[in-house]
């Protein structure tokens, strides 16, 4: 019997990344594409360019196949996850009207306004990318939540006018609905002929990109959290039941349909502020990388690996990217002294994260009377050791590392699963194709001191800092 395969497309906010799995999880295939930076041509505003968005999965699944070794014919569905809280505005035909709207674009803090006649359609970067690759008017429930006119009960849009007026919105502006594992519609026949598929393979609902993280990080248990990180980060635990009035952390729909999943507060632009710093560095980064055969985030690493923990007293504050809440904070490194170089600042950028998401978590952790046992780390970030043992001694748990490139594109290639009926529910594929790659032990001296460090320091630094940011904000804003 020829080996069976399904594909898994995960579109980030930096790349879009491409995996194929057999059916037990194992990773055949990668491929990847990168998007072009987002553009601000004036405050408040962040759009995508042109076609980016497609154009970055379009190249994702072609360096995918080009990497995969097997019969193509034989893979037998294809789940899509996408950015999520993003907005795109098409045209009658299906084109876009206007740049699709990133999450970080202000705008997005509100409900749709319609200004402009042209735009026929509103959706989000699932239903944009899904028509793309089917043809078909159809966007997955679980990415349709703020501003959207769900009806959570029937993960479907309200059945009241008004609930969708709120929003900005006619009920001839919204694309179907459909819910996770559900098919979203087959490939068009022309991009199956251009990559060599079988005609008619499903393309197959997912939710939003975090929910899809969490499927794919395995996390099925009560006591067990996913930190994520990526541009956003921010980490979850999965339950049964809505929260309503949730104060420090964010409730919303998982990849299984009818659970959910709460987010805790997140870090904006947080694995970025790792970009910036490479590109801060520039040159001399890739000259030495090169020189050792290594990628450049493996040189940082090695040499974040000789800095102290604690990085010599140099704190840093992860505000590169202010809440609208907050928009007056900007970036910090603080205490900088003749001991400090460049891998210092490496390192404290990700203690950064590591403390800014803990404090997250713990806030979340004593509304809902949350008692973790261990904590599973996704994203780009987790592919340092570094970020893994400064997590697993904060946290003073276990921090597991799962094995392939992207839970994303595993999560969606679990959607497939339980669309195609592989497995009975998406238990027994979590049980089956989720694995661990490697798992980080806390050191107890490293914990004691990191946890000294955030209490004493770490969480004080705000309440002195933003008196002074203040006063500078109407001046640089």
């Not at 900005?168 to 990559?195: C, H």
């Not at 340092?384 to 969606?412: E, K, N, W, Y």
Request: with cysteine.
């Amino acid at each position: 019997m020829s080996k069976r395969y399904i594909m898994g497309i995960d579109n980030g906010s930096q790349s879009t990344k491409v995996a194929i799995f057999d059916l037990e999880g194992n990773e055949a295939a990668f491929g990847s594409c990168s998007l072009q930076e987002t553009l601000t041509p004036e405050p408040g505003v962040v759009i995508h360019p042109d076609e980016d968005l497609w154009d970055s999965v379009y190249h994702g699944v072609k360096n995918c196949l080009e990497n995969f070794k097997g019969d193509r014919t034989a893979i037998e569905g294809i789940g899509l996850c996408t950015i999520r809280c993003c907005r795109v505005l098409l045209k009658e035909n299906g084109d876009l009207a206007h740049p699709a709207i990133s999450w970080m674009d202000a705008r997005l803090s509100e409900p749709y306004r319609h200004e402009d006649d042209q735009v026929k359609f509103v959706t989000t970067t699932s239903g944009y990318l899904g028509l793309r690759l089917t043809g078909e008017y159809n966007d997955t429930a679980g990415n349709c939540e703020v501003h959207w006119p769900l009806d959570r009960e029937t993960l479907d849009w309200s059945n009241d006018d008004e609930d969708i007026k709120a929003m900005g919105l006619t009920r001839d502006m919204l694309f179907n609905l459909v819910k996770p594992g559900e098919k979203l519609g087959s490939i068009r026949k022309e991009l199956a002929e251009d990559f060599g598929l079988k005609e008619d393979i499903p393309v197959v609902a997912t939710s939003n990109d975090k929910a899809v993280e969490v499927l794919g990080s395995g996390i099925n248990k009560k006591n067990s959290i996913m930190i994520s990180l990526g541009t956003f980060i921010s980490a979850m635990v999965l339950r049964d039941e809505y929260y309503e009035n949730a104060n420090n952390f964010f409730p919303t729909l998982a990849s299984v349909p009818f659970k959910y999943v709460y987010e805790s507060t997140g870090i904006r632009r947080g694995l970025w502020t790792v970009s910036w710093f490479k590109k801060l560095i520039g040159e001399e980064l890739v000259t030495e990388a090169a020189k050792l055969e290594i990628s450049e985030e493996e040189f940082l690493n090695r040499k974040a690996k000789d800095v102290p923990v604690g990085s010599d007293g140099l704190i840093t504050i992860l505000d590169w990217l202010a809440s609208p809440a907050a928009p007056y904070r900007k970036g910090i490194m603080i205490g900088f002294d003749q001991r400090h170089t460049r891998y210092h600042m490496y390192r404290s950028i990700l203690e950064a994260i590591a403390f800014n998401i803990k404090n997250n978590i713990d806030e979340m952790a004593e509304e809902i009377n949350l008692e973790i046992d261990e904590v599973v780390v996704n994203g780009g970030g987790s592919k340092s050791d570094v970020m893994m043992q400064i997590i697993s001694d904060l946290f003073g748990l276990p921090a597991h590392r799962r094995t392939g490139s992207s839970s994303a594109c595993l999560g969606a290639a679990i959607s497939v699963a339980a669309h195609l009926s592989i497995y009975d529910d998406f238990s027994e594929a979590i049980e089956k194709m989720v694995k661990t790659e490697t798992t980080f032990y806390p050191d107890s001296n490293s914990h004691a001191f990191y946890n000294e460090l955030n209490n004493t320091v770490v969480k004080n630094v705000r309440q002195h800092t933003d008196n002074i940011l203040k006063l500078s904000y109407p001046i640089f804003k």
